[in-house]
């Protein structure tokens, strides 16, 4: 079991879009649609955004959408705001009642 | 509202066991998978385990397989993870989330474990 990759880092200006992606295998992300991203503000808990690869959980803004590609999947943020600067992870379902999530991005807006 | 509360966390040495429990509030508890996350202090997320509603269906995480054990007891809604031969490594905050499908939808604010002679 390895962590599903993502870059370290992202960043955006106000107002603009930006793509986190998260790349695992066919024995993870590429196998399931079962991809999630979460949310996590400095010293709080984690806070879900994405499930089901594209579904938003009630009261998740519609500027966060999700999508999936092969083995990759991806979390675009439009209209970025300030209060959207955290660390974001993906995870996903690897099979034999397991789950992984990736390495996390920390996202910055300028 | 659902409501997720980790205890038993603290400082243990090398080698010794310590339980962790999750008490569970605001849903049916007995409807739904329960998973337990870890975070080394500045790090990132770690899925530890994960426990179906009705205890069939276990898995861990390759680190922790085989010294940790996780259950739950519906009639007192709560979780449990049994950690036994505790490493350095695994000092870290742990969450018990709620399972929803296949993600994890609420999240308590976490128990930090720390293994230290």
């Known amino acids: 079991q390895s962590a599903l990759t993502q870059p370290r880092s992202v960043s955006g200006s106000p107002g603009q879009s930006v793509t986190i992606s998260c790349t695992g295998t066919s024995s993870d992300v590429g196998g399931y649609n079962y991809v999630s991203w979460y949310q996590q503000h400095p010293g709080k808990a984690p806070k879900l955004m994405i499930y089901d690869v594209t579904e938003r959980p009630s009261g998740v803004p519609d500027r966060f959408s999700g999508s999936k590609s092969g083995n990759t999947a991806s979390l675009t943020i439009s209209g970025l705001q300030p209060e959207d600067e955290a660390d974001y992870y993906c995870c996903s379902y690897a099979g034999s009642y397991t789950w992984m999530f990736g390495g996390g991005t920390w996202l910055t807006v300028l | 509202d659902v409501h997720l509360v980790e205890l038993g966390g603290g400082l243990v040495q090398p080698g010794r066991s310590l339980r962790l429990s999750c008490a569970a509030s605001g849903f049916t508890f007995d409807d739904y998978a329960m998973h337990w996350v870890r975070q080394v202090p500045g790090k990132g997320l770690e899925w530890v385990s994960g426990i179906s509603w009705n205890s069939a269906s276990i898995g861990y995480a390759d680190p922790v397989k085989g010294r940790f054990a996780i259950s739950r007891d519906n009639a007192k809604n709560s979780l449990y993870l049994q950690m036994n031969s505790l490493r350095p490594e695994d000092t870290a905050f742990y969450y018990c989330?709620?399972?929803?499908?296949?993600?994890?939808?609420?999240w308590g604010q976490g128990t930090l474990v720390t293994v230290s002679s």
């Open positions: 989330a709620k399972g929803a499908r296949d993600s994890f939808d609420y």
